[in-house]
């Protein structure tokens, strides 16, 4: 759909994000790991409760809407698919980061949710849980990887993403119902998108 030029109206208890979609389509050159004491670790088949919690606890404050409202069995249809990789970093024996790697579509790998806990960021540990990621992705016979973030996701995620050798290649406007306004996130979640009723 093509918005005219300007400013557009959202309507109150909605939201409204810009979505960058970025793509590489080869091994970008290696970064070192930032020094610091984390492991990647794979969860086979996760159990939906920990998989809530980590969502959660990554992407609440980023308005992660995608996966809370699914009910077990629609959840379990995603991540427990054939393709469909999970992966925890691991500091200090927690779980505080999240990787999701999506190879179902042949030749490509989605980044479909890459993040920590906040007492993780600006600490190293995205850079660690990326270059795992882009080991990972690459190490299949891929033609191309890609992701998207928008202006709900932390301010420096853009710039980490293409520092990390994505590119982006597309623009989109997203609009939601306010999921702080519907049980689907806390009332003070995502303080840096103001609620407006
Ligand atoms: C967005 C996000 C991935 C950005 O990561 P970050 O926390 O700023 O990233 P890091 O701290 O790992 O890295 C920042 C830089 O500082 C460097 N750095 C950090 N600590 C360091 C240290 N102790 N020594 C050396 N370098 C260090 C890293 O190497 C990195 O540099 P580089 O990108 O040039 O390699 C992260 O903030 C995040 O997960 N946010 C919450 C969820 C989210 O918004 N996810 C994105 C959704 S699409």
């Known amino acids: 759909m093509i918005v005219p030029d300007g400013y557009s109206d959202v309507p109150n208890g909605k939201i409204a994000a810009v979505v960058t979609h970025l793509e590489m389509t080869a091994p970008p ?3 070192d790991d930032p020094p610091g004491n984390w492991s990647l670790r794979k969860v086979d088949a996760p159990a939906l409760a920990w998989y809530r919690d980590l969502y959660r606890r990554v992407g609440e404050n980023w308005l992660w809407l995608a996966r809370p409202h ?14 469909v990789e999970v992966y925890a970093l691991v500091e200090d024996g927690r779980d505080e980061g999240f990787l999701e790697l999506d190879f179902r579509e042949p030749g490509q790998c989605e980044v479909v949710y890459f993040g920590v806990t906040a007492s993780l960021i600006g600490a190293g540990a995205a850079r660690f849980l990326m270059n795992r990621a882009l080991e990972i ?26 520092r990390s050798g994505f590119r982006p290649f ?15 996130a806390p009332r003070d979640a995502a303080p840096h998108v103001p609620i407006i009723e």
């Open 170 to 184: 597309r623009r989109q406007i997203e609009i939601d119902d306010d999921p702080r306004l519907d049980g689907r």
């Open 29 to 31: 050159a290696r970064r």
């Open 70 to 83: 699914l009910t077990g069995a629609e959840l379990a249809a995603i991540i427990h698919a054939p393709g």
């Open 137 to 162: 992705a690459w190490s299949r016979d891929l033609r191309r990887l890609w992701l998207h973030t928008c202006t709900f996701d932390h301010p420096g995620a853009l710039a980490f993403y293409q």
